[in-house]
């Protein structure tokens, strides 16, 4: 069973990772997919071609989700392309770990800006469409280190725990116009962004800790996006679902 047939969904920072996984999942069940990168063109045009291999119509745009304006410009040009906006993955994300000793102002505010900006960057327009339409559903990818914190990553732990608060406001601002707004808190995922905490006697410390005893695939995160994002949901708003392996417990 198709769960998104003809739906219009966004997801940012699909070029690599999980939300290349999330984009390819949504259009295997029906969407349509506008979706943003950074820096990875050639991975972006590759991601369109699997994309319209599945059946969807889909483009991708080169744009900032740190940078207001190009946020306006992206979903002003889906809106003009695709018509609405039915699905929005606020995905995009980075980590620029370092104890608070050393950590920059420079890098405290790019993490900031990229991760949890973004966030009210993307959501501020897409909302436009959704109350036209009165039906949305927004999902915004936090993490469970914005749950439980961990040394060295203070700015990644503060932006996604801003995205918690984020996303519970926005429930309560906009259930009644039906738009549902939903975070999901991955644990360790294995992508580019993970790629260090595999090898050596670190790999199996993190491994200890997680009582399904490994990393998750972004897949599965895919899997969380999809049910989110459908009406498999349809009275689920302003929660946080951990996709962890237990690591919360
Ligand atoms: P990733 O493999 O490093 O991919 C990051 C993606 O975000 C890329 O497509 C990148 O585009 C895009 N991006 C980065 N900065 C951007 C910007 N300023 N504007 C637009 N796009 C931007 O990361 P991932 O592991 O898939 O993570 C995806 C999300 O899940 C992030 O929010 C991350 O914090 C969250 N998360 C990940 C894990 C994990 O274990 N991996 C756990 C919890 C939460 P380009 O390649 O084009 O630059």
């Known amino acids: 069973m198709k769960l998104l047939e003809n739906k219009i969904a966004i997801v940012t920072g699909a070029s690599r990772g999980i939300g290349e996984a999330i984009a390819l999942k949504l259009a295997e069940h029906g969407a349509n997919i506008a979706f943003t990168y950074l820096s990875s063109e050639e991975r972006a045009k590759a991601l369109e071609e699997k994309l319209s291999r599945l059946g969807a119509k889909t483009r991708s745009y080169r744009s900032n989700a740190a940078v207001y ?8 040009a889906v ?32 993490v900031m800006a990229i991760n949890l900006k973004s ?48 996303t519970k406001s926005i429930a309560q601002e906009l259930g009644s116009r039906n738009i549902r707004c939903n975070a999901i808190a991955p644990g360790f995922i294995e992508t580019d962004m993970t790629h260090y905490l595999k090898e050596g006697d670190a790999s199996k410390s993190f491994l200890e800790k997680i009582p399904l005893g490994r990393f998750g695939s972004a897949e599965e995160i895919a899997n969380t996006a999809l049910f989110l994002a459908s009406d498999m949901s349809s009275y689920i708003t302003g929660q946080v679902i951990s996709a962890c392996g237990g690591l919360n417990i």
């Open 69 to 76: 304006a190009e946020c306006e410009a992206f979903v002003n």
């Open 119 to 166: 966030v009210y960057n993307i959501t501020k327009q897409v909302i436009r469409p959704m109350m036209k339409a009165k039906n949305g559903s927004i999902v915004n990818m936090s993490s469970i280190i914005g749950i439980k914190g961990n040394a060295g990553q203070s700015s990644y732990a503060a932006s996604k725990a801003g995205i918690i608060g984020f």
């Open 79 to 110: 809106t003009k392309e695709f018509g609405t906006v039915d699905i929005c993955i606020n995905n995009a994300g980075i980590s620029k770990d370092n104890l608070l000793l050393r950590l920059t102002p420079e890098q405290w505010d790019e």
